[in-house]
Nanobody, 127 residues
Framework: QVQLVESGGGLVQAGGSLRLSCAAS????????MGWFRQAPGKERQFVAA????????YYLDSVKGRFTVSTDNAKNTVYLQMNSLKPEDTAVYYC????????????????????WGQGTQVTVSS
């Protein structure tokens, strides 16, 4: 049974930092692409970042470039999202996801590029 379990969310003041973790189990993820998405109340789910599990390629939403960093720890089967300089508009439920690699990198920016999803973790940034 595939499981993606997020943790690390919480309440933080604007300008602060959080590190989200996503523990993956139940299958071999070494060839997958791991993504982070977020969904704010009343809004559609939005791509945030992605990284090939065993490669160096990373992908980011423009508004988080330079503030967020996605990384993987193969030994722990865990993907991280380090979030710095947080803003109130970053408030959302954050989800991790995994999906197959694709020659069309634009798929990584959409929910359709991912087959497995975690349950989400709430991030709230106060002003």
């Amino acid at each position: 049974q595939v499981q993606l379990v997020e943790s690390g969310g919480g309440l933080v003041q604007a300008g602060g930092s959080l590190r989200l973790s996503c523990a993956a189990s139940g299958r071999t993820f070494s060839s997958d692409v791991m993504g982070w998405f977020r969904q704010a109340p009343g809004k559609e789910r939005q791509f945030v970042a992605a990284k090939a599990w065993s490669g160096g390629s990373t992908y980011y939403l423009d508004s988080v470039k330079g503030r967020f960093t996605v990384s993987t720890d193969n030994a722990k089967n865990t993907v991280y999202l380090q979030m710095n300089s947080l803003k109130p508009e970053d408030t959302a439920v954050y989800y991790c996801a995994s999906g197959p690699p694709s020659s069309i990198s634009s798929r990584y920016y959409t929910s359709q590029g991912y087959a497995y999803w975690g349950q989400g973790t709430q991030v709230t940034v106060s002003s």
